[in-house]
């Protein structure tokens, strides 16, 4: 049995709030010169160039990417043999996310109440998701959720009998709906199978994979990679201004279901995909 402070997972959150919104990960970063290379709209090219250029200063000068730096979504992945002292463990995490909103000077966008809707000012609380796996160490990654494509999300209970093709509509559509909104060029993560909630979960935890890591299973690679280029054909572009990059990437995650359903989940991104983790 190993010990973990709550103050060592304090000190990680804290400093993964600010990498996460001042460092764009590479795999993003690859996927937008790939897509300028690619892109054969000036404007497009004009706008993959800037978003580049944003994170290349954000880099820099350690400021965020974006000002919308998003809803700390927490994943937190516990070795069994792990005992925390030292306090409550959701208590120790949005503590980290409130030192690391206010030491990195990151937008509070956090309201106390859905309909009352007062600032909490500290942008807590985070989303805290809590998985038990083999082990003595604890992962941590967190992961800004911007609104500007949550807003754009959307969850379906498809029937079985609608199958795969229903499955790639829902996921065109939920995109070409969302049209400019999530400022695009965007990574989408789908989560197909278990019950409702579980299939939402799908669709963020497949945000946290590089997009250039395709599925294992060979039929999902071939439906990522199928989507992408579909998606690619619908001419929204970088900032929805028209081209062939509308999308850097798509991933997509599955669970077993129930006989009578087929639950989908289509959680979109912008381009600041952005996450950070860390192993204690």
Do not use: W
Request: overall charge negative.
């Amino acid at each position: 049995m190993r010990t973990i402070h709550v103050d060592s997972i304090t000190e990680a959150v804290e400093k993964l709030c600010m990498d996460s919104n001042y460092y764009l990960n590479d795999d993003i970063i690859n996927g937008l010169e790939k897509g300028l290379e690619k892109e054969e709209s000036d404007n497009g090219k004009e706008i993959l160039s800037k978003i580049i250029e944003n994170a290349q200063i954000a880099r820099e000068k350690a400021v965020a990417i974006c000002q919308d730096t998003g809803m700390a979504v927490v994943f937190m992945d516990i070795g069994q043999d792990v005992h925390i002292t030292g306090g409550n463990l959701t208590d120790a995490i949005n503590e980290g996310v409130r030192r690391g909103y206010e030491k990195g000077y990151l937008r509070k966008s956090v309201v106390n109440d859905p309909i009352e809707r007062i600032n909490t000012k500290d942008n807590t609380p985070a989303v805290i998701h809590y998985n038990i796996v083999d082990g003595d160490k604890i992962k941590i990654t967190v992961a800004p959720k911007g609104f500007g494509s949550e807003n754009m999300s959307a969850l379906k209970m498809l029937t079985p009998s609608q199958g795969i093709e229903g499955v790639k509509n829902f996921i065109i559509e939920t995109v070409e709906k969302a049209g400019p909104n999530p400022c695009p060029p965007v990574v989408v993560g789908v989560g197909i199978g278990g019950t409702m909630e579980k299939a939402a979960f799908l669709a963020k935890k497949a945000l946290l994979r590089p997009i250039d890591k395709r599925n294992d299973i060979p039929y999902l690679k071939e439906l990522e990679e199928e989507m992408l280029e579909r998606i690619n054909r619908l001419g929204i572009g970088p900032s929805g201004l028209g081209g062939r990059i509308t999308a850097l990437g798509v991933n997509i995650e599955v669970f077993p279901t129930h006989i009578a359903g087929l639950p989908v989940a289509v959680n979109i991104n912008c381009h600041a995909t952005r996450h950070a983790e860390i192993i204690i």
